[in-house]
Structure formats: structure tokens, C-alpha cells
């Protein structure tokens, strides 16, 4: 097998041209390309850059639980991430723990078995049971286990066609300046010959550490954190990643209740930082980490430390994190001018509470000043929405309809700040209105009465007209605001904010509208579960899929589909099919409310009806895509629908023929996305049966899909359209983002009190709706 081993790493380092290869990719941007070392990344956006990149493995990561012995599963996604970015071209190095709980792991297996053959042979196998295992010296141990570690290791990654080589050290090696330059000169000889070096230091042989024995600025090897430390700043690597078994870096010790996972990390912010106790095994911790870290930051290696244990993340811990990905806690010597997206976040959900108990008429005043703003100062808006504008049309990166949407002028102001008035009057009754109450018992009165939901996040894609509606709504609700615009719309979004937040400032809650300008991604700014209560993702269906995908514990409010029909029955009127049809498709064919597929009772097809439905697509030049049962009927039909669930987003539709209402309505059901959909019939009874049996969000009768919309619905402005089962479904204005509370009243009044032995028996009388909270206006 040894023999096996070897073999493979030869026939990897004779492949010929494979440098030539490596040099080739990195030409043509395939892989990244070597930097001038001297400066650590600024942003982690920035780590896709790394091309020389130190992984260390912490004992805690590398061992089971029962320290005796490998976690093999772990250690093997960890070895698959490895080479799949050192074939990417990437140059990667480990510095790993291991030793020792291997050799321990043999040793105790050497030592039963002798215990049990001496046992056997002279006090017979009653005496089995009573076998105690001695303490086991680490340094042999750590003699036993080196050899197998490695084996492991070349095991592993031959598997993926990369070959590795061992190195063991120890803190004498780095004091003398020969053999400093001897490892240096292997290592980079290794890395050129697109080897893996696998370093350890020699437990075998290694002193004990000594504390506090720094010198002149150079880090001494006490575990293996300062080792990685020091060889990322001697062989000059971009990133070093070190992998233990906490999430990162906490302000206090991790399971305490104040504790929170830093980011980023300044090397300023020592002094805010309370360590903790050491990990299970190893001879480090969080504070040696960190300080390790901070030395390698400071040599201008980037560093990121993150959990390697966990079971979810650990298969691409270490991938995530070089894509850039928010893991873990990143070391950084550039802070930023302004807070973290979790400070924005923390300050947004402080001032929201504030917005949220300001009187009705505060809040409108707010929304109305906003409404003010936005013509008043439209000379500003315009003159930032003209340099995106300008840009996007230099980088050709956006098409025409996502040009029209990013385009702003004097009437969509004029609009806008329409709209906002409209939702500052409907906003006077929102929070704290009752819509229940009941007297439980004598003197016991409990209420039902909507809240804020809390913080949200809304993400939106080239419209800056999406801002100030949406801020006038959280406004209106309560809510506090996180906003994620798209760059292409920076400037335009910059000035919009700045015009919230003034208008805020007039009742002191200026924070609770935040835009996120930093660079974080979309993804990563879904995974604040413990600080966002909502996403409300505004864009392109492909954004809210990617949305959905990524927000596993956050709801997000919206659809990644709409795919609307609408159904023309036997007993249509031609009028109204036509005008329905033309309307749904062509009015605004990128709508998500927009027709997708035009169902057909099959009565219809060779009558004057289906001829002028045809015609006029054919006049709005809409391309039509036959479904399966109509392209049957046709002798040379239109090119046939590659699938039947399909959102085209233009002047494009699929027609299908269908026998029935209720094969129209089995249909939808089956190749629809619950958003819209549409019966076109004078038959009242089958239009009823058609409403009645569909469950889409929004179901039509003789009227065109392009209603579904919040403003048409006479809500004012909408946050979107939702088709989830639960909370808020169809277009979502105000009231979809309150949600309710109960307000119980008592005077003394305890459970005991209604049991058998108690005094008081349960009333529930539902009573009028009425004043709510001292102070607030609420409607009956």
C-alpha cells in the first residue's frame, strides 16, 4: 500500500508541463494569481483573491470526542476541500494536531492486548474485567501516532490526485537562522512542485512551552497556533485559517448569555475581548489563537478563525470561507468608517421599538415629511439617479427593462410622494388596534391587539423607487428597516436614505431606517437569524430563489414564480377574452402578474374567438409556444413548449388546450405557482366553481391578472406578493406586516383560581372592540 502511495506522488510529480498547466490557468484567470505579499486583505470579499493559503487543523478538530483516535468523517471532508482548491491552482499548506490522540489510540490498543495474552495465560480470563490502563506519556504517544497521521493523510489525498509531503519542526528549528532557511526553501520547493506540505511540530521531542518567551517581535512555536502563525508570515501566505471547535471569536466566553460572535476583528479591540477556558484538548486557546492571529495579521497574513467541528458547516467550512463567505470571526487591520451591519441591525431594532410606541400621528407626520422630501428635493435625487444611470449605460450590464426600473424623473417623484400621503392616512389605525377581545372571567379581559413584526430586511434589485415606499411602510407599521439596494443604484439609494433618516429625526428615531452599504453579501446577510424577523426579497425571481435557498431561518415573504394563466371558457364573452388576454400579456409582459400560459376550452379551437385571440397576440408580435394537447391538434404548429411550468418575463406564452373548467382548474394546480390566475366566462356557476376550487393567491373572474397589485387593491403601496400558506398572501401592503399580541388584564387572578378547588369559573364572552392602551386611538 506504502508502495501504492509512493507511486501515485511519483507519477504526479513526473506528469510533464504540469507547472506549465498551473501557469497557463492562471494566465486566463482560471485561478488567482500570486500578490505582492506585504498587506493582509482589507474585506473578506477579498479572500477569493488568496492563492497561498495555510490551513490549521486544532487538536479538537482532528480528534474524536473520547480523544482517543481520529474523527475520520471530519478530517475527510477537510482533506476533500483541500485539494479541490489546491487543483483550482491554489498553494496549500497544513499545519495539523493529531499525533497524540492517534498514538494513544494505538498504544491503548497495544497495551489491552498485551494486559489480556499475559492475563490469559496466567490468572485466566475471570480476571479480564479488572484490566486498568496506565497514563500514557505524550511524547510517546505522540512517536506512535506520527507515522499513522501521515499515512492517513497520504491516504486521503491520493484519492484526489494530490500528492503530500511531512514536515516536523520545533522552535529550535526557527532559531537557527540555517535550518530557518532550510525549511523555507523545502516548503517552497514542495509548493512548486504542487505538493501539499502537511506540518506538525515533533511531539516526540519537543520541549515544554515556555510562557512569555517572545522575542523582539518574532512569535516562539508554543502550539500549533503560533506555528501556523509563524510559517504563514515566513512563506508569505495570503490566509491562514485556523479551524477549532468554537464558531470564532466572542466578546465574552462562548455560552455565556452576552456573548456574541464577532465578524471582524480589529487588532485595536483586545481590550473588549474576555477569554474563556482552553479547548478539551491541545495545549492553546481562544487568547493564544488570537494572539497568534494577531502576530500573522500584522506580518500581512489574513486570517479567519472558524468551527471545524460542526457537523453542517464542516464539509465546506473552509471553501466558504475563501469564496469570502461570512464564517467565522476575520481578522482585519482596515476598520471601517461605519458600524457592522449587526450594529445597523442592533441600532435599527432599538429605534424601531421607539417608532412603534410614537402615537398614529406621529408616525404619519414622519411619513409625510418623506412625502415632502421627495419633491422638494428632486433636483438632488435626479442629478444621483442621472450618474447610475450614466454608469449602467457605460457597463451595458443591464437590459432595457431593468434600465426603465432604475430610471427615475419629476412625475415617478411626483407619484411617489402621492402614495406616501395615501399611506399616512391609512396608517392612523395600524398599531395597537384591537381585533379581539374577550372577558376570560369577572374582572380577567384579554385582547388581541397587532404589533410590529419587528425587523426587516428588504433586498431589492434596480429600483429606487422601491425605497421610499417601503420605508413609508415600516414606517407606518412600526417596523424597523434593514434595506440591501443594488449597486447599480448606489447614489440614487444614498440620497433616498438620507431623506428617511431626515425625516425620522422629527420624533428622534432616525435609526430605525438602515441601508446596508458595506459589502456584504446577500447570503450572508440571510443568516442573521437571531437579529432579522423578515426578508422581503424585491427583484427577479432568480433573486428570490436564491433568497429562499439561503434563509433557512428567517421567513421571507414573496414568490420565486409567476406563472399566471388565464382559462377562456366555452361560454366567453369575445370581448372581454380579447381585452383580458392583450391586458395580462402585454400591458407589462415582465410583471410577475403578467399571463404566462393561455388555457382554452377545446370547444373553442376552430371558432372565430381562438382566430382573433391569435390574431392579436400575433399583432402585440407575442411568440407562442404550443402545450402538448394543442400542438396535437395542429397540422404545423408553433415550436412546442419545452415544459408547461415555465415564467417567460416578455412578450412571450404557452397555449394549452383543456376539455373542462375543471381540467383548467387541475391545470393550474399542477403547473402553476399560486400566484394569479384568471377565468374568463359569462356561466356565473362555473365561474363561482372555478374561485371556489383554485387556492392561488388571487383568483380573477372576467377581469385581467395585472390587478394583482397592491395599489390597484386600494392598499396604497405594497411590499411585494406573497404566496405562502401562512401570515400574508396575495399583495402585501400594511397590514401584512403587523402581527398580533395578547394583552391579558387581571386583578390577581391565578390558574388555581379556576381549578376544581377555585372559585371562579371561565366566561368567554366576546365583547365589543374598544379602546386598547391609555393613549391610543383605535377604531371599533
Given at each position: 500500500?506504502?508502495?501504492?502511495?509512493?507511486?501515485?506522488?511519483?507519477?504526479?510529480?513526473?506528469?510533464?508541463?504540469?507547472?506549465?498547466?498551473?501557469?497557463?490557468?492562471?494566465?486566463?484567470?482560471?485561478?488567482?494569481?500570486?500578490?505582492?505579499?506585504?498587506?493582509?486583505?482589507?474585506?473578506?470579499?477579498?479572500?477569493?483573491?488568496?492563492?497561498?493559503?495555510?490551513?490549521?487543523?486544532?487538536?479538537?478538530?482532528?480528534?474524536?470526542?473520547?480523544?482517543?483516535?481520529?474523527?475520520?468523517?471530519?478530517?475527510?471532508?477537510?482533506?476533500?476541500?483541500?485539494?479541490?482548491?489546491?487543483?483550482?491552482?491554489?498553494?496549500?499548506?497544513?499545519?495539523?494536531?493529531?499525533?497524540?490522540?492517534?498514538?494513544?489510540?494505538?498504544?491503548?490498543?497495544?497495551?489491552?492486548?498485551?494486559?489480556s495474552v499475559r492475563q490469559a495465560l496466567h490468572s485466566g480470563q475471570n480476571q479480564l474485567k479488572d484490566m486498568s490502563l496506565p497514563v500514557l506519556e505524550a511524547r510517546a504517544c505522540a512517536a506512535a501516532g506520527q507515522s499513522g497521521l501521515m499515512a492517513l493523510y497520504e491516504a486521503m489525498f491520493t484519492q484526489y490526485s494530490t500528492c503530500t509531503a511531512q514536515i516536523l519542526v520545533t522552535n529550535l528549528d526557527f532559531h537557527d537562522d540555517q535550518k530557518r532557511r532550510n525549511l523555507n526553501s523545502t516548503l517552497h520547493e514542495l509548493l512548486r512542485m504542487n505538493i501539499v506540505p502537511i506540518i506538525n511540530t515533533n511531539d516526540a521531542v519537543v520541549p515544554p512551552p515556555e510562557p512569555n518567551s517572545d522575542l523582539q517581535g518574532?512569535?516562539?512555536?508554543?502550539?500549533?497556533?503560533?506555528?501556523?502563525?509563524?510559517?504563514?508570515?515566513?512563506?508569505?501566505?495570503?490566509?491562514?485559517?485556523?479551524?477549532?471547535?468554537?464558531?470564532?471569536?466572542?466578546?465574552?466566553?462562548?455560552?455565556?448569555?452576552?456573548?456574541?460572535?464577532?465578524?471582524?476583528?480589529?487588532?485595536?479591540?483586545?481590550?473588549?475581548?474576555?477569554?474563556?477556558?482552553?479547548?478539551?484538548?491541545?495545549?492553546?486557546?481562544?487568547?493564544?489563537?488570537?494572539?497568534?492571529?494577531?502576530?500573522?495579521?500584522?506580518?500581512?497574513?489574513?486570517?479567519?478563525?472558524?468551527?471545524?467541528?460542526?457537523?453542517?458547516?464542516?464539509?465546506?467550512?473552509?471553501?466558504?470561507?475563501?469564496?469570502?463567505?461570512?464564517?467565522?470571526?476575520?481578522?482585519?487591520?482596515?476598520?471601517?468608517?461605519?458600524?457592522?451591519?449587526?450594529?445597523?441591525?442592533?441600532?435599527?431594532?432599538?429605534?424601531?421599538?421607539?417608532?412603534?410606541?410614537?402615537?398614529?400621528?406621529?408616525?404619519?407626520?414622519?411619513?409625510?415629511?418623506?412625502?415632502?422630501?421627495?419633491?422638494?428635493?428632486?433636483?438632488?435625487?435626479?442629478?444621483?439617479?442621472?450618474?447610475?444611470?450614466?454608469?449602467?449605460?457605460?457597463?451595458?450590464?443591464?437590459?432595457?427593462?431593468?434600465?426603465?426600473?432604475?430610471?427615475?424623473?419629476?412625475?415617478?417623484?411626483?407619484?411617489?410622494?402621492?402614495?406616501?400621503?395615501?399611506?399616512?392616512?391609512?396608517?392612523?389605525?395600524?398599531?395597537?388596534?384591537?381585533?379581539?377581545?374577550?372577558?376570560?372571567?369577572?374582572?380577567?379581559?384579554?385582547?388581541?391587539?397587532?404589533?410590529?413584526?419587528?425587523?426587516?430586511?428588504?433586498?431589492?434589485?434596480?429600483?429606487?423607487?422601491?425605497?421610499?415606499?417601503?420605508?413609508?411602510?415600516?414606517?407606518?407599521?412600526?417596523?424597523?428597516?434593514?434595506?440591501?439596494?443594488?449597486?447599480?443604484?448606489?447614489?440614487?439609494?444614498?440620497?433616498?436614505?438620507?431623506?428617511?433618516?431626515?425625516?425620522?429625526?422629527?420624533?428622534?428615531?432616525?435609526?430605525?431606517?438602515?441601508?446596508?452599504?458595506?459589502?456584504?453579501?446577500?447570503?450572508?446577510?440571510?443568516?442573521?437569524?437571531?437579529?432579522?424577523?423578515?426578508?422581503?426579497?424585491?427583484?427577479?425571481?432568480?433573486?428570490?430563489?436564491?433568497?429562499?435557498?439561503?434563509?433557512?431561518?428567517?421567513?421571507?415573504?414573496?414568490?420565486?414564480?409567476?406563472?399566471?394563466?388565464?382559462?377562456?371558457?366555452?361560454?366567453?364573452?369575445?370581448?372581454?377574452?380579447?381585452?383580458?388576454?392583450?391586458?395580462?400579456?402585454?400591458?407589462?409582459?415582465?410583471?410577475?402578474?403578467?399571463?404566462?400560459?393561455?388555457?382554452?376550452?377545446?370547444?373553442?379551437?376552430?371558432?372565430?374567438?381562438?382566430?382573433?385571440?391569435?390574431?392579436?397576440?400575433?399583432?402585440?408580435?407575442?411568440?407562442?409556444?404550443?402545450?402538448?394537447?394543442?400542438?396535437?391538434?395542429?397540422?404545423?404548429?408553433?415550436?412546442?413548449?419545452?415544459?408547461?411550468?415555465?415564467?417567460?418575463?416578455?412578450?412571450?406564452?404557452?397555449?394549452?388546450?383543456?376539455?373542462?373548467?375543471?381540467?383548467?382548474?387541475?391545470?393550474?394546480?399542477?403547473?402553476?405557482?399560486?400566484?394569479?390566475?384568471?377565468?374568463?366566462?359569462?356561466?356565473?356557476?362555473?365561474?363561482?366553481?372555478?374561485?371556489?376550487?383554485?387556492?392561488?393567491?388571487?383568483?380573477?373572474?372576467?377581469?385581467?391578472?395585472?390587478?394583482?397589485?397592491?395599489?390597484?387593491?386600494?392598499?396604497?403601496?405594497?411590499?411585494?406578493?406573497?404566496?405562502?400558506?401562512?401570515?400574508?398572501?396575495?399583495?402585501?401592503?400594511?397590514?401584512?406586516?403587523?402581527?398580533?399580541?395578547?394583552?391579558?388584564?387581571?386583578?390577581?387572578?391565578?390558574?388555581?383560581?379556576?381549578?376544581?378547588?377555585?372559585?371562579?369559573?371561565?366566561?368567554?364572552?366576546?365583547?365589543?372592540?374598544?379602546?386598547?392602551?391609555?393613549?391610543?386611538?383605535?377604531?371599533?
Amino acid at each position: 500500500m506504502y508502495l501504492q502511495k509512493m507511486f501515485s506522488c511519483s507519477q504526479l510529480l513526473a506528469r510533464p508541463n504540469a507547472l506549465q498547466t498551473f501557469k497557463r490557468a492562471a494566465s486566463q484567470g482560471k485561478m488567482p494569481l500570486a500578490r505582492a505579499h506585504g498587506k493582509s486583505f482589507a474585506h473578506r470579499s477579498d479572500l477569493r483573491q488568496a492563492k497561498r493559503i495555510l490551513v490549521k487543523l486544532g487538536s479538537a478538530v482532528v480528534t474524536r470526542g473520547d480523544e482517543c483516535g481520529l474523527a475520520l468523517g471530519r478530517l475527510a471532508s477537510i482533506v476533500e476541500q483541500v485539494a479541490m482548491l489546491q487543483n483550482q491552482g491554489r498553494e496549500m499548506m497544513i499545519v495539523t494536531s493529531g499525533a497524540v490522540a492517534f498514538g494513544k489510540q494505538r498504544l491503548r490498543h497495544e497495551i489491552l492486548l498485551s494486559q489480556s495474552v499475559r492475563q490469559a495465560l496466567h490468572s485466566g480470563q475471570n480476571q479480564l474485567k479488572d484490566m486498568s490502563l496506565p497514563v500514557l506519556e505524550a511524547r510517546a504517544c505522540a512517536a506512535a501516532g506520527q507515522s499513522g497521521l501521515m499515512a492517513l493523510y497520504e491516504a486521503m489525498f491520493t484519492q484526489y490526485s494530490t500528492c503530500t509531503a511531512q514536515i516536523l519542526v520545533t522552535n529550535l528549528d526557527f532559531h537557527d537562522d540555517q535550518k530557518r532557511r532550510n525549511l523555507n526553501s523545502t516548503l517552497h520547493e514542495l509548493l512548486r512542485m504542487n505538493i501539499v506540505p502537511i506540518i506538525n511540530t515533533n511531539d516526540a521531542v519537543v520541549p515544554p512551552p515556555e510562557p512569555n518567551s517572545d522575542l523582539q517581535g518574532v512569535i516562539s512555536i508554543k502550539d500549533n497556533d503560533s506555528l501556523a502563525a509563524r510559517l504563514a508570515v515566513e512563506m508569505r501566505a495570503d490566509l491562514l485559517i485556523a479551524l477549532s471547535d468554537v464558531e470564532g471569536l466572542y466578546d465574552s466566553p462562548p455560552g455565556s448569555d452576552d456573548a456574541k460572535l464577532l465578524d471582524t476583528f480589529y487588532p485595536g479591540d483586545q481590550h473588549s475581548i474576555t477569554y474563556g477556558t482552553k479547548s478539551r484538548v491541545g495545549i492553546g486557546g481562544m487568547e493564544a489563537k488570537v494572539k497568534a492571529a494577531l502576530w500573522a495579521l500584522q506580518g500581512g497574513t489574513s486570517v479567519v478563525i472558524a468551527n471545524g467541528t460542526h457537523p453542517k458547516v464542516t464539509g465546506h467550512v473552509i471553501t466558504d470561507i475563501v469564496e469570502g463567505k461570512k464564517v467565522g470571526t476575520f481578522f482585519s487591520e482596515v476598520k471601517p468608517a461605519g458600524p457592522t451591519v449587526e450594529q445597523q441591525t442592533e441600532m435599527a431594532r432599538s429605534a424601531g421599538r421607539t417608532l412603534a410606541s410614537l402615537e398614529p400621528e406621529q408616525r404619519s407626520d414622519i411619513i409625510c415629511a418623506l412625502a415632502d422630501l421627495l419633491t422638494e428635493r428632486k433636483d438632488e435625487i435626479l442629478s444621483a439617479n442621472k450618474k447610475d444611470m450614466e454608469h449602467a449605460v457605460s457597463t451595458g450590464r443591464l437590459s432595457p427593462a431593468m434600465l426603465k426600473r432604475l430610471s427615475l424623473s419629476s412625475s415617478k417623484l411626483n407619484s411617489l410622494s402621492i402614495g406616501l400621503r395615501q399611506i399616512a392616512v391609512s396608517s392612523q389605525d395600524s398599531v395597537g388596534r384591537v381585533l379581539r377581545r374577550t372577558r376570560v372571567a369577572n374582572n380577567l379581559e384579554l385582547e388581541q391587539i397587532t404589533v410590529p413584526i419587528g425587523v426587516l430586511l428588504v433586498i431589492f434589485e434596480s429600483r429606487p423607487d422601491c425605497l421610499p415606499q417601503v420605508s413609508a411602510l415600516a414606517i407606518a407599521s412600526g417596523n424597523a428597516l434593514l434595506l440591501k439596494g443594488g449597486k447599480e443604484a448606489a447614489n440614487t439609494n444614498r440620497i433616498l436614505h438620507e431623506l428617511a433618516q431626515e425625516a425620522l429625526s422629527i420624533h428622534g428615531v432616525k435609526d430605525a431606517i438602515q441601508l446596508v452599504s458595506t459589502r456584504e453579501e446577500v447570503e450572508d446577510l440571510c443568516r442573521l437569524e437571531k437579529m432579522i424577523d423578515l426578508i422581503i426579497p424585491r427583484g427577479s425571481s432568480q433573486l428570490v430563489r436564491d433568497i429562499q435557498r439561503a434563509a433557512k431561518g428567517i421567513p421571507v415573504l414573496g414568490h420565486s414564480e409567476g406563472i399566471c394563466h388565464v382559462y377562456v371558457d366555452h361560454e366567453a364573452s369575445v370581448d372581454k377574452a380579447i381585452k383580458i388576454i392583450r391586458d395580462s400579456k402585454c400591458d407589462y409582459p415582465a410583471a410577475c402578474n403578467a399571463m404566462e400560459t393561455l388555457l382554452v376550452h377545446r370547444e373553442l379551437l376552430r371558432s372565430p374567438l381562438f382566430d382573433q385571440i391569435i390574431d392579436m397576440l400575433r399583432t402585440e408580435h407575442v411568440k407562442i409556444h404550443a402545450g402538448p394537447k394543442f400542438a396535437s391538434y395542429l397540422t404545423f404548429s408553433p415550436s412546442e413548449v419545452k415544459s408547461l411550468r415555465t415564467e417567460y418575463g416578455d412578450l412571450e406564452c404557452c397555449i394549452e388546450v383543456v376539455d373542462s373548467m375543471q381540467e383548467a382548474v387541475d391545470h393550474i394546480h399542477k403547473y402553476g405557482s399560486s400566484h394569479t390566475d384568471v377565468i374568463v366566462t359569462e356561466n356565473e356557476d362555473t365561474a363561482e366553481q372555478f374561485l371556489q376550487q383554485l387556492d392561488s393567491a388571487c383568483v380573477f373572474w372576467n377581469a385581467s391578472s395585472r390587478f394583482a397589485d397592491g395599489y390597484r387593491f386600494g392598499l396604497g403601496a405594497e411590499v411585494g406578493i406573497s404566496t405562502a400558506r401562512i401570515h400574508a398572501r396575495g399583495p402585501v401592503g400594511l397590514d401584512g406586516l403587523l402581527t398580533t399580541k395578547w394583552v391579558l388584564r387581571g386583578e390577581g387572578h391565578t390558574a388555581a383560581d379556576f381549578s376544581e378547588q377555585g372559585s371562579m369559573t371561565y366566561l368567554h364572552e366576546n365583547l365589543p372592540v374598544a379602546q386598547v392602551l391609555p393613549g391610543r386611538r383605535t377604531t371599533s
